[in-house]
């Protein structure tokens, strides 16, 4: 009979919070935040537009996230896209990268038969409203050099220190491995927040090092183990784009803190909801026997399905390990991939000369795989099989 073994993950230290406090009754407080992605609400409006912005402040939405580009005279306008581009928007510069473009030629164009909103109007009009957070994307074109990033995002938290938006606002940043010190040297209390395509533990590891305020990545690569990781080096876990609210529940059992929707108040809703809550449940799976002999100190990897097979993401595997020595008793360290060696992260599989199968529990690490090292002096047989998994199921 197998033996379950619980995986041992060190406590989150507390991380200091943005005031997120509501202006309206309505929008009650949750674990887990919800920001308004490109300042949209559900309700039709243009994304990013000045509108919004003032419509989701005035509603009472706390997080409010938008995008800016940066304009060949050194202004910043809110949009997504480097250039503006039909059907969407119109005017007489479409097609041409708003990085070359001033701002008096960016104000003839219209974008959702609304004109290309200002930085500095946005903050205007989210001013009033002191419980909104500002959280503004500065996007680079692919031709950007180093430079001229770097250069961008320093602006931009000089614009939010100059406007008094410091202590309400969010800059976040894809470049931030290039950005961040720049950024925290020009503005040095300014949070930044780390965007993410993937996650790896040295991604969340050079976050930390460089002091940024939440790590922000694609929601599909959410689980617990990224987030109790996330927390224990002290950073916030924001995740996007989160429309869908079964979503939703599923990311604040794991952990998240911040789920970006372009529909806020469904999400919301939802994660208000009586008998809201996700729980764990196990299912079963099968890969084929992997074989493999381990000399003293050696490491091997198994790369797992991220998803169960009814295409729920994976929070722990469960794979049956038959291992055993020649003589003598060994010692196996099993941990998620990218994880620092004997750490709390790691669990221990005693080995002797009685070919012994194990049923172990572990989270999936870096690209979805765990790592099996030998710590002893003896060589061990291993052989390894996925026979299941845990994954979140909601009422």
Known sequence: MGIVLAVVVPAAPAVASADTTPLSSSHRAFSTAVSSHRALDGSGGAENSLASFQRAARSGETDIEGDV???????????????LRTPRCAGPYLDVPLRALTLAQVAKMTCSGEPVARLADVIDVVRPYPAAILRVEVKHAGTDTSTMRTSDAVRLA???A???????????????????????????????SALAGTLT??????????????????????????NRLIAANGLRSTVWTVDDPTRARVLRAEGVRTVISNVPSTVRAALGAPA???RLTTYPAATPTRGVTLAPGARTSATLPQRSPDGRVVETALVRVTASTSSGAAALRVAPQGTPLTTTWEQTITVDSTSRSTVIEV?????????????????????????????????
């Open 363 to 395: 989270a999936l690490g870096d690209r979805g795989a765990i790592r099996i090292r030998n710590t002893s002096t003896r060589p061990v047989s291993l052989a390894m099989r996925l026979v299941g998994g845990r994954a979140y199921t909601c009422s």
């Open 201 to 226: 533990v040295a991604t969340v590891a050079s976050a930390r090092s460089l002091g940024a305020y939440d790590l922000s990545y694609a929601q599909g690569a959410s689980t617990g183990f990224w």
């Open 162 to 192: 100059g406007a008094g938006m410091t202590a309400r606002s969010i800059v976040q940043d894809f470049d931030w491995a290039t950005t961040t010190r720049a950024v925290r040297t020009a503005s040095p209390t300014q949070r930044v």
């Open 158 to 160: 000089k614009t939010l």
């Open 276 to 278: 809201s809550e996700c």
């Open 69 to 83: 580009r940066a304009t060949k005279d050194g202004s910043f306008v809110m949009s997504h896209d480097a250039s």
